[in-house]
Antibody
């Protein structure tokens, strides 16, 4: 059974960079997963941030594209999110998730990690 | 890319059937059969319950069914149970983005 676990700081200062890592166990990213980041603002709905294929190709939500970088580390079976120049509006629960294709559904999810942007 | 439109809340009594709509446009829901539905209990990971409009993943109850007509997809929960109380989100592939989420629907079991 594939399991995902997010890790990273729970508090980030405004204007700094939010950095999170998702560790995948029970399966190999290199087997062809599309690895995504998704967030949920407090009391709001889900928002897709972007995905990376194990080869390194990426696709980002157009609304966040200028501030987002997703990278993959196949040797450690991890993928990471960097969100630059954060503001309070980036406070959210961040989830990592995987899918079998670029248009496939998210079949495995992490439990989510709350990141608060505050000074 | 605007979020797909879902009703904010839907409620029903145990045993009843409810339907949640997910309305988009010709460039997302109406243009592709890549609509998925997720059940989300607060504090837990979302769970895939329907993909490609009407396909249930292995292990998902037959009480969950999906359909689509035009620009609107729908999720029907039959034989409503207390454990079905959760938030439900649709997603669709869109011409401008691989994934756009719906606004979310809170299902309450009366």
């Amino acid at each position: 059974q594939v399991q995902l676990q997010e890790s990273g700081p729970g508090l980030v200062k405004p204007s700094q960079t939010l950095s999170l890592t998702c560790t995948v166990s029970g399966g190999s990213i290199s087997s062809g997963y599309y690895s995504s980041w998704i967030r949920q603002h407090p009391g709001k709905g889900l928002e897709w941030i972007g995905y990376i294929y194990y080869t390194g190709s990426t696709y980002y939500n157009p609304s966040l594209k200028s501030r987002v970088t997703i990278s993959v580390d196949t040797s450690n079976n991890q993928f990471s999110l960097k969100l630059r120049s954060v503001t309070a509006a980036d406070t959210a629960v961040y989830y990592c998730a995987t899918s079998a294709g670029s248009v496939a559904p998210f079949d495995y999810w992490g439990q989510g990690t709350l990141v608060t942007v505050s000074s | 890319q605007s979020a797909l439109t879902q009703p904010a809340s839907v409620s029903g009594s145990p045993g009843q059937s409810i339907t949640i709509s997910c309305t988009g446009t010709s460039t997302d829901v109406g243009g592709y059969n890549y609509v998925s539905w997720y059940q989300h209990h607060p504090g837990k990971a979302p769970k895939l319950i329907i993909y490609e409009v009407d396909t249930r993943p292995s292990g998902i109850s037959f009480r969950f069914s999906g359909s689509k007509y035009g620009h609107t997809a729908s999720l029907t929960i039959s034989g409503l149970q207390a454990e079905d109380e959760a938030d439900y989100y649709c997603t669709s592939y869109s011409r401008s983005s691989p994934c756009v989420f719906g606004t979310g629907t809170k299902v309450t079991v009366l």
